[in-house]
């Protein structure tokens, strides 16, 4: 039983950080495609040349955006 929870747990946090990596890699691609083509090479030889950085960057947004969703559905509004 003691396995089955770790199991369980390590599962979900695993499913929580790969979802904050997606959103904050996406929500940095949104900001570079912003700034044109300069942005989207810039982001792009950042993935290629700095991998554990924007990673790590992306983490941190991702779980800001992650943050931001889950008060907007219990509050219904935006956080401040």
Known sequence: MEN???????VVVGLLCAAALILGAIDLFARASEKGVIGLVLY??????????????????GFYVLYQIIVLIFTKRAPS
């Not at 089955?4 to 390590?10: E, G, H, R, Y």
């Not at 993935?47 to 947004?61: E, H, K, N, T, Y």
Request: proline letters at 4%.
């Open 4 to 10: 089955a929870l770790l199991i369980v747990t390590t």
């Open 44 to 61: 792009v030889l950042c993935w290629l040349f700095l991998s554990p950085i924007i990673a790590l960057v992306s983490l941190l947004v």
